[in-house]
């Protein structure tokens, strides 16, 4: 089916064949109605004084009517609905009285009424039907809309067209727009900001509806004008802050607010759930194409083309307040995917003091970790690998020692002190699955590459230990990852409590491997010191004074770092049980280290009698 409306607001993609053409006052040429050759009728605006007027009352994109030389509106000429008076005004108050009586009599001869007169303007505050929703849409006008967070979003309005969706019973119609905005596509050829070109689908509503209460609805129904200019400039300054995000190679960020989940494709998922974060975050390109717009009360978008973004440097403020409102993230603690608004971001303060004062290390190893780091990280650092490219390049670093020695917390603050991001996870949760793990693998060293992290795998024992002929799925799993690990390009740490049972496989793989060791008295002094100064504590300074002058008892108790991390988080909740956590004392300290001790003991004691029964976790009956 078709009809007047179907065909509004089609912007041709090349200029019509002629098939005949009246020039009314063709002595100045100041209004053409073209009709081509399959009858389609279009309406030509010669006349300087009228596209002036035209474009000083509707304020269309400067080229979004343009063919050649001139602005061409195809039937039913719906941009200038209702526009009849307003239009009179402008061109007479420039003294065009002959270029007002060619576009009137055009209008009148060939327009449908409805187009041309007064009685169907709409204004702010009205509502309008779903039959009607077409007239409110002009070509290159800014829409509104919001993403599934909430976020608004403005559009470039281009064209519209109308269908039927037609069942046995009933026809209902369907109003689809063809619309644009900015987006970062990264191809193959080239990298760069583009239009992205799409198409959204009003959904049918009965009755009348306010149409700023619409899903997506033209800015200038906004509540008032003042509204309408805040929200510009709002968006304006966060499509400065996604223009800084999007061509960087490597970006870490702080999200702080709400996201919504992804799939690892960085599209948002069919049952996604909104959340609160406040995380490290990376970004990337190649998560940032807008391959999947979706809009609260739209849903998902389609059609997408691209076009270059020619013609618009600088980027100015009305490009800037086009770009996209979210970015896709991958959260760096558990590597899952989503979708984050923009305006969600903070810069990472990255924590050198970590590395420099709070790693309780010998010196000697702790300047050998950072020349070791610092070397591989300098760009004229020559990396010189193996004779086959790209193998053998990268960092392999195992840290072995007993528990709660800092070997994790040297990974951390390693990365802290050079800015990095650190992507770490557990042995186990690598190989949940492992018929996915070569995938798995690929994914997380490219990611490594791509943003110059630091890996940290945590409790590597179970692919460092030596291979038996028993345990085939554990050997199949280290073949997987000494394969992909000769291929891997970056800074890599990997943490063993057993270093003794390492397979001589991985000998050759690791470049270095650095103890260490149980703490001393002194070190543990250190450990309970670093801990005492941590702000989160909320101590004050006079009661800090007076907890520091216990120190050297609590030093002598036989705890490793991670056990005096737990002595201080249950001493604070003693404290906070009885006045708040200023009021900690060494009592509270005493209480919580005989808990933690006690405990230690207990294990040691429950895991001599379990140790003849030992089994592998590899087992197959396990």
Not at 353 to 380: A, C, H, P, S
Not at 547 to 558: P, W
Request: net charge neutral.
């Amino acid at each position: 089916m078709s009809g007047p409306e179907h065909a509004a607001l089609r912007k041709p993609k090349r200029k019509p064949e002629t098939g005949t053409q009246t020039l009314l006052d063709s002595s100045e040429y100041h209004v053409g109605i073209l009709k081509d050759k399959r009858g389609d009728l279009y309406l030509w605006l010669l006349s300087h004084l009228i596209r002036k007027a035209f474009l000083r009352l509707l304020k269309p994109e400067k080229n979004a009517l343009m063919l050649d030389d001139v602005f061409c509106l195809p039937y039913p000429f719906s941009p200038l609905l209702g526009r009849r008076d307003e239009l009179r005004q402008a061109i007479e108050e420039e003294g065009g009285f002959d270029e007002w009586r060619a576009l009137d009599h055009a209008m009148q001869q060939h327009a449908p009424r409805h187009v041309w007169a007064d009685y169907y303007k709409f204004e702010r505050g009205d509502s309008i039907t779903y039959d009607r929703i077409w007239t409110i849409f002009v070509p290159g006008e800014r829409l509104v809309a919001a993403d599934n967070l909430g976020n608004p979003q403005i559009m470039i309005f281009e064209r519209q067209e109308t269908t039927f969706t037609v069942t046995a019973r009933s026809s209902a119609k369907v109003h689809t727009l063809s619309v644009w905005n900015v987006a970062w596509r990264t191809h193959d050829s080239s990298d760069g900001f583009v239009k992205v070109f799409y198409k959204v689908v009003v959904p049918s509503f009965t009755g009348s509806c306010a149409i700023n209460a619409l899903p997506i609805y033209p800015l200038r129904f906004l509540e008032s004008e003042q509204k309408q200019i805040d929200l510009e400039k709002t968006l304006s300054a966060r499509g400065r802050q996604w223009q800084l995000l999007i061509p960087t190679k490597m970006t870490s960020w702080v999200c702080k607010g709400a996201v919504i989940s992804a799939n690892d494709d960085g599209e948002q998922e069919r049952d996604w759930e909104q959340r609160m974060l406040d995380s490290r975050v990376l970004l990337t390109q190649s998560h940032n194409a807008q391959e999947m717009l979706s809009y609260r009360g739209i849903g998902k978008v389609t059609s997408q083309t691209y076009e270059p973004l020619d013609g618009f440097e600088p980027f100015t403020d009305d490009i800037a307040s086009l770009c996209p409102s979210t970015v896709r993230c991958i959260l760096v603690n558990t590597q899952k995917v989503y979708v984050i608004g923009v305006e969600s971001l903070r810069e990472v303060r990255w924590d050198e003091n970590i590395f420099t004062n709070q790693l309780v290390l010998k010196q000697n190893k702790k300047e050998l970790l950072r020349g070791l780091v610092g070397n591989y990280l300098e760009k004229d650092f020559q990396k010189m690998g193996d004779f086959i490219s790209h193998k053998g390049r990268g960092l392999i670093i195992v840290l072995h020692g007993p528990p709660g020695t800092g070997k994790t917390f040297a990974a951390e603050s390693l990365a802290e002190f050079f800015h990095r991001p650190l992507l770490a996870l557990s042995i186990g949760d690598l190989i949940a699955d492992s018929r996915r793990l070569e995938d798995r693998l690929e994914r997380l060293f490219n990611w490594c590459k791509e943003w110059g992290a630091i890996l940290l795998l945590d409790e590597a024992d179970v692919v460092l230990e030596a291979r038996s002929i028993e345990d085939v799925r554990r050997n199949g799993i280290v073949s997987v990852f000494l394969r992909k690990l000769d291929y891997f390009e970056g800074i890599m740490f990997l943490t063993t409590n057993r270093i003794g049972t390492i397979d001589p496989a991985f000998m050759s793989r690791i470049q270095i491997s650095i103890s260490m060791d149980k703490l001393n008295v002194s070190e543990r002094r250190a450990v309970w010191e670093n801990f005492l100064k941590d702000e989160r504590l909320g101590l004050s300074g006079e009661r800090r004074s007076i907890l520091k002058k216990e120190l050297d008892g609590m030093a002598k108790l036989d705890l490793n770092g991670r056990q005096i991390r737990n002595t201080f988080n249950i001493a604070q909740s003693f404290a906070h049980s009885r006045n708040g956590t200023k009021f900690m004392t060494i009592e509270d300290l005493t209480e919580a280290a005989e808990q933690a001790l006690g405990f230690q003991e207990f294990f040691k004691a429950e895991n001599e009698k379990a140790k003849n029964a030992a089994r592998s976790v590899w087992s197959s009956n396990a």
